[in-house]
C-alpha cells in the first residue's frame, strides 16, 4: 500500500529524531562476535547487501537485535561502539571505539534465556559484531562483553550503489554504500516514459516496483531517516540488464 506524503514526511521527522537522540548519547548494550576472524561468514545477511566488500562495508560491519533491527529498517545503520570498561575486565586496554555498520539481523533463540545465550532476544538491545571489528574492543575468550553505543552518521568512499534484479514486470533494487544517516526510509524510481514512482520495501534494501521499465533509463529519488532527498538522474542506460549494478557520483 503507497503511503501519502503527509505519512511519509512524518515517518522521516520520527525517524529524525530517533537519530538525534542517538547521536547525543550513549546508550547500554551488549556485543558479542560471529563470521570467523576474516568475517567471511558475515556476507550475505538479512539486509540484502550481498558481498560486504563490493556493497562497500568491509569487515567492520553488525547484526542487531530485534529490539535494534525494526523489521529491516535499520539496515545500513552505523554506530559507534566502545567496551564498558565500568563493568567488566575483558575490555582491550586503551577504551578503543569501533565503527560499524548494520548489515545482518541476529535472531532471537527462545529456547535460551535472554540472559544465558538468547542475546538477541527482545527486549534486549544487542550487537553480534563481526568477529574482527570486535577483536579491536573485546578480549576474544570473553565471548560477550557489555558495551555502550551510539548511532553516528556514515562514512563512505563513491557513490550510491544501485543493483538491478527482478524480471520484466518486476524490478528489485538493493540500494547500499550509503553515507550520511546511512537509512533509507523512501525511494522512487522513474523511467524515461514514466513519471515517478513510489517502491515499497521489499526486504532489507531491497526496494520493489511493479512496472514495466524494459528498454528506458532509470533515475531514483532516494529519501533517508534524517530527512535528506537526493535524486540520481539517468543512473542506468537504456539498456540496462537485470544483475548489473549502477554507481553514480551523488552521495549524501
Given at each position: 500500500m503507497k503511503?501519502?506524503?503527509?505519512?511519509?514526511?512524518f515517518?522521516?521527522?520520527?525517524?529524525?529524531?530517533?537519530?538525534?537522540?542517538?547521536?547525543?548519547?550513549?546508550?547500554?548494550?551488549?556485543?558479542?562476535?560471529y563470521?570467523g576472524?576474516?568475517?567471511?561468514?558475515t556476507m550475505?545477511g538479512?539486509?540484502?547487501y550481498?558481498?560486504?566488500?563490493?556493497?562497500?562495508?568491509g569487515?567492520?560491519?553488525?547484526?542487531?537485535?530485534?529490539?535494534?533491527?525494526?523489521?529491516g529498517?535499520?539496515?545500513?545503520?552505523?554506530?559507534?561502539?566502545?567496551?564498558?570498561?565500568?563493568?567488566?575486565?575483558w575490555?582491550?586496554?586503551?577504551?578503543?571505539?569501533i565503527?560499524?555498520?548494520?548489515?545482518?539481523?541476529?535472531?532471537?533463540?527462545y529456547?535460551?534465556?535472554?540472559?544465558?545465550g538468547?542475546?538477541c532476544?527482545?527486549?534486549?538491545?544487542?550487537?553480534?559484531?563481526a568477529?574482527p571489528?570486535?577483536?579491536?574492543?573485546?578480549?576474544h575468550?570473553?565471548?560477550?562483553?557489555?558495551?555502550?553505543?551510539?548511532?553516528?552518521?556514515?562514512?563512505?568512499?563513491?557513490?550510491?550503489?544501485?543493483?538491478?534484479?527482478?524480471?520484466?514486470?518486476?524490478?528489485l533494487?538493493?540500494?547500499?554504500?550509503?553515507?550520511?544517516?546511512g537509512v533509507?526510509?523512501?525511494?522512487?524510481?522513474?523511467?524515461?516514459?514514466?513519471d515517478?514512482?513510489?517502491?515499497?520495501r521489499?526486504?532489507g534494501?531491497?526496494?520493489?516496483?511493479?512496472?514495466y521499465?524494459?528498454?528506458?533509463?532509470?533515475?531514483?529519488?532516494?529519501?533517508?531517516?534524517?530527512?535528506?532527498?537526493?535524486?540520481?538522474?539517468?543512473v542506468?542506460?537504456?539498456?540496462?540488464?537485470?544483475?548489473?549494478?549502477?554507481?553514480?557520483?551523488?552521495?549524501?
Amino acid at each position: 500500500m503507497k503511503r501519502p506524503p503527509e505519512v511519509l514526511l512524518f515517518l522521516s521527522l520520527f525517524s529524525f529524531l530517533q537519530l538525534r537522540g542517538s547521536m547525543a548519547q550513549w546508550i547500554p548494550a551488549t556485543a558479542t562476535f560471529y563470521g570467523g576472524a576474516d568475517a567471511s561468514a558475515t556476507m550475505g545477511g538479512a539486509c540484502g547487501y550481498g558481498n560486504l566488500y563490493s556493497a562497500g562495508y568491509g569487515v567492520f560491519t553488525t547484526a542487531l537485535s530485534t529490539a535494534l533491527f525494526n523489521n529491516g529498517g535499520m539496515c545500513g545503520a552505523c554506530y559507534q561502539i566502545k567496551c564498558d570498561s565500568t563493568k567488566t575486565q575483558w575490555c582491550k586496554p586503551g577504551g578503543k571505539t569501533i565503527a560499524v555498520t548494520a548489515t545482518n539481523f541476529c535472531p532471537p533463540n527462545y529456547a535460551l534465556a535472554s540472559n544465558n545465550g538468547g542475546w538477541c532476544n527482545p527486549p534486549r538491545q544487542h550487537f553480534d559484531i563481526a568477529q574482527p571489528a570486535w577483536d579491536v574492543i573485546g578480549v576474544h575468550r570473553a565471548g560477550i562483553i557489555p558495551v555502550v553505543y551510539k548511532r553516528v552518521r556514515c562514512q563512505r568512499q563513491g557513490g550510491i550503489r544501485f543493483q538491478v534484479n527482478g524480471n520484466p514486470y518486476f524490478e528489485l533494487v538493493s540500494i547500499s554504500n550509503v553515507s550520511g544517516s546511512g537509512v533509507i526510509c523512501a525511494v522512487w524510481i522513474k523511467g524515461s516514459k514514466t513519471d515517478w514512482m513510489l517502491m515499497t520495501r521489499n526486504w532489507g534494501m531491497n526496494w520493489q516496483s511493479g512496472a514495466y521499465l524494459n528498454g528506458q533509463t532509470l533515475s531514483f529519488r532516494v529519501r533517508t531517516d534524517d530527512g535528506k532527498t537526493l535524486t540520481f538522474y539517468n543512473v542506468a542506460p537504456s539498456n540496462w540488464y537485470f544483475g548489473s549494478t549502477y554507481t553514480p557520483k551523488l552521495n549524501f
